[in-house]
């Protein structure tokens, strides 16, 4: 069972990845603001987060990887985003199909416990 937390201000989006994820035995938590990702009081305890690119996410990340966190993070955007992104980042567009945001997540998460 992954940890993971849905970062995106989009409430259909955090439904839908929500449902996705729990059916595949994720246990799963969201917050509604990208840019609260460092406040979230169990950050340490996750797997991986899904983040929104907007919203204050991509500053998120920044800051995340300057407090040298090497928490597994896949950036979800509707649109591209440029980024400088190590093994520990990964980035999809939105609308992600369920197989392909499970790969995604098994793939960060393997990198993680190697």
Same mark, same amino acid.
């Given at each position: 069972?992954?940890?993971?937390?849905?970062? !995106? !201000?989009?409430? &259909?989006?955090?439904?839908?990845?929500?449902?996705?994820?729990?059916?595949?035995?994720?246990?799963?938590?969201?917050?509604? !603001?990208?840019? &609260?990702?460092?406040?979230?009081?169990?950050?340490?305890?996750? !797997?991986? =987060?899904?983040?929104?690119? +907007? +919203?204050?996410?991509?500053?998120?990340?920044?800051?995340?990887?300057?407090?040298?966190?090497?928490?597994? =993070?896949?950036?979800?955007?509707?649109?591209?985003?440029? +980024?400088?992104?190590?093994?520990?980042?990964?980035? =999809?567009?939105?609308?992600?199909?369920?197989?392909?945001?499970?790969?995604?997540?098994?793939?960060?998460? &393997?990198?993680?416990?190697?």
């Amino acid at each position: 069972t992954r940890r993971v937390l849905i970062a !995106d !201000d989009d409430p &259909a989006v955090r439904a839908l990845l929500v449902a996705a994820l729990e059916s595949v035995d994720d246990e799963v938590e969201t917050i509604s !603001d990208p840019s &609260a990702l460092l406040s979230f009081p169990e950050l340490n305890s996750l !797997d991986v =987060v899904v983040l929104d690119a +907007g +919203g204050g996410g991509l500053e998120a990340l920044r800051e995340l990887r300057a407090s040298g966190s090497r928490l597994p =993070v896949l950036v979800v955007s509707g649109a591209m985003v440029e +980024g400088n992104f190590d093994e520990s980042t990964r980035f =999809v567009m939105k609308p992600v199909p369920l197989d392909r945001l499970d790969r995604e997540l098994t793939q960060l998460t &393997a990198h993680r416990h190697r």
